[in-house]
């Protein structure tokens, strides 16, 4: 080994510490930023020990791609709002799966023969999970973005064509392994993995996309730990692993959360067969005055907010500390109910209302406030539906049945923040909203909050 191989190898040993204590201040609120800053020193590490210990034949194509890949990190960094970070995720995944697929056909192309078998079956394993989580994450990048429907696309005969489709990348993978001299074997194992990727995820409903997505994110892992093994490069492995791993822990707390079989996720069969029977409502909204509102908070002991997508997207979560400190000088104990999947990514809401500077203290989590809602005096739904529907607990005919709730509907009396009747993400009715204790207070969410602030300070 010379000087730059070592220095290399070095590197490669910090950026592995660093992701994994990354990992670590991830998995809290409060560390969690300065987690990111060490994954991305992790990261520019080791991409400068592979830049001085590797045998460089042009810098021209590494400097292009630097190039425009910070322009189009960093444009993509500043413009997307956080309400779509789902979206962009997805689509960072397909550029991995991508890339980590592309680096497998080529060292197929240039070094297929001369591989052992063990390296020849890593090289069929990653540009197979590559390329089936390139059109997968497209896809779903496409459903959460609307630009293809949300709604499950589903065709007679589907799971019997997957499995055909499955088998055959499978039996083609195999085959390429015993006889890589045959390259159609190849082409025919990459060629349905991209189709495979597109099947697995159409018959989604976008209600189910984030365990998908998570989902996703860990075979985009495990194919550039594949990728690692193949060029004998150890940083690869362990970031892979690392990635491939959390992604898998994430999807099946996901599962939980969203009350989804681990199994049908892995099958690609699920949220797709059950049809809507929602409960009939038989009711009216009742709608909510702010002068009524305001009475009701300044009055209560106990208050909980539970915040949702709209707090999101309306930017509300400044005006929601500010109205919740203003009800704790007049004595009021304030909560905040966080369900697992509210917004739209795990930690939506934690991210908001941390960046807001609400105490970490005074967030709870489902399983810890849902025991308090009987004795809740006001529960205040802001711009959250589905996680509050109460159909997932009763209907079992549902499309969200059995996904766990934040129990409002027990509080003594609940006013809902939403702009008008739209729907939740599932784009399911919610019994909620015409329960007795429930009123509406219509408008975008910052602004109600607002100005329920003005008026609990004339109350
Ligand atoms: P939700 O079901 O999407 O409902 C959001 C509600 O906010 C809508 O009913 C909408 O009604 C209201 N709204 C929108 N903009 C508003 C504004 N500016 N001001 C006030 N209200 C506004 O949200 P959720 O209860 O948070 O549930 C999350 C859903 O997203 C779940 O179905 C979950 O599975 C899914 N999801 C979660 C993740 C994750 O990892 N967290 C990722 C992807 C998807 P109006 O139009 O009437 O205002």
Redesign the pocket.
């Known amino acids: 080994m010379n000087l730059n191989t070592y220095f290399m190898e070095a590197t490669y040993l910090v950026a592995s510490i660093l992701f994994i204590l990354s990992l670590k201040m991830m998995s809290h609120p409060e560390t969690a930023r300065r987690g990111m800053f060490l994954a991305e020193g992790g990261m520019f590490a080791a991409i400068i020990g592979t830049l001085v210990g590797t045998n460089i034949i042009t810098w021209t194509w590494i400097i292009a791609g630097l190039a425009l890949g910070s322009i189009i990190g960093g444009w993509m960094a500043v413009t997307v709002p956080m309400t779509a970070m ?1 979206q962009r995720t997805a689509l960072s995944h397909a550029f991995g799966a991508l890339a980590a697929a592309l680096v497998g056909i080529g060292e197929f192309v240039v070094h297929a023969s001369e591989m052992g078998t063990v390296t020849r079956g890593a090289l069929g394993f990653e540009v197979m999970l590559g390329a089936l989580t390139t059109t997968g994450s497209l896809i779903a990048a496409g459903k ?1 973005q609307g630009v293809i429907g949300g709604k499950p696309i589903q065709f007679r005969g589907q799971n019997a064509v997957n499995l055909v489709i499955f088998l055959g990348m499978v039996t083609s993978f195999f085959y390429f392994w015993a006889h890589p001299e045959v390259v159609v074997a190849f082409y025919t194992m990459l060629t349905l993995a991209f189709v495979f990727g597109v099947m697995l995820v159409i018959p989604i409903g ?5 365990v998908v ?1 998570s989902l996703l994110n860990s075979y985009a892992g495990l194919a550039a730990a594949a990728t690692g093994f193949v060029l004998g490069n150890n940083v690869l492995i362990i970031a892979g692993t690392l990635d491939g791993f959390s992604g898998f822990i994430l999807s099946v707390l ?1 599962c939980k959360a ?1 009350n989804r079989s681990i199994t049908n996720v892995l099958f690609g069969g699920f949220g797709s067969v059950i049809a809507e029977a929602a409960t009939d409502t038989g009711g009216v909204m009742r709608e909510i005055s702010l002068d009524d509102a305001a009475m009701q908070l300044a009055f209560a002991n106990r208050v909980v907010f539970v ?5 999101a ?2 930017q ?1 979560q400044h005006a929601v500390r500010e109205l919740a400190e203003l009800l704790e000088s007049r004595g009021v104990t304030v909560k905040y109910a966080i ?11 934690n991210v908001l209302l941390a960046e807001a500077n609400v105490p970490y203290s005074s967030l709870y989590e489902m399983e810890q406030i849902n025991p308090e809602f009987p004795s809740t005096d006001v529960a205040v739904v ?8 109460p159909d997932a607990r009763d209907n079992p005919k549902s499309l ?1 049945a059995g ?1 766990p709730i934040l129990e409002v509907d027990r509080a003594k009396s609940v006013i809902v ?10 784009g399911l009715e ?1 019994p909620l909203f015409y329960k007795p204790c429930t009123t509406m207070l219509y ?4 602004s ?1 909050l607002s100005h329920l602030a003005q008026a609990v300070q004339h109350v």
Do not use: C, E, W
């Open positions: 789902p959460l976008s209600a189910d996309m984030p997505m996901m969203m915040p949702g997508y709209g707090l997207t309306a509300a369900h697992p999947v509210a917004g739209r990514m795990p930690g939506h809401m802001i711009g959250a539906n589905d996680v509050v529907n969200i996904m923040l939403k702009r008008g009747q739209g729907r939740g993400f599932s919610n408008g975008d969410a910052k109600s």
